[in-house]
């Protein structure tokens, strides 16, 4: 599609088929704000082509914005990211990189099942003291209420 002036009317990224993306496509597709691609960015995670000041991101930076995301929910930094980015641009026949991204995830793995581990521990503590936070309430309850019982027989008394 051309418009007057002979150029490709269609956005960066408008179709199915795009092979440049803005900012503001890219923060809306992975709901991140565009701040966070500017850092990605400026960590030399993604490069990008500036036309003026539009910053404009090929197809390669789209799918490794999608890796940088998925190794955040993983539990990886983005030292670990640029690492497996690197093994793959100076290695990609993936070997190196597939034999490093699995020594990653059995150290996060390991990291997970210590944390749970630990969160067992600390929400069995939390059961005990429930308890005797309840005890300590059932006792005062108890108390509470041979005193009042005591009080009422005296004022009767009294009477």
Known sequence: ?????????????????????????????????????????????????????????????????GLILRGKRLGFSLNDTRELFDLYDHAPTEDAQMSRFMNLLS???ALLQQQMQDIRAILSEIEVAEADCQRTMSVRKRNAAAKAGETEIAQTEQA
Do not use: C, H
């Open 1 to 65: 599609m051309s418009n007057r002036s002979g150029k490709n009317s269609l956005r960066p990224g408008s179709s199915a088929r795009a092979t440049t993306f803005t900012i503001s496509q890219l923060a809306e597709e992975f709901n991140i704000t565009t701040r966070a691609i500017r850092y990605y960015e400026d960590q030399g995670l993604l490069s990008t082509l500036r036309r003026g000041n539009r910053r404009i991101y090929s197809r390669r930076d789209r799918v490794r914005l």
């Open 107 to 109: 150290e996060r793995r």
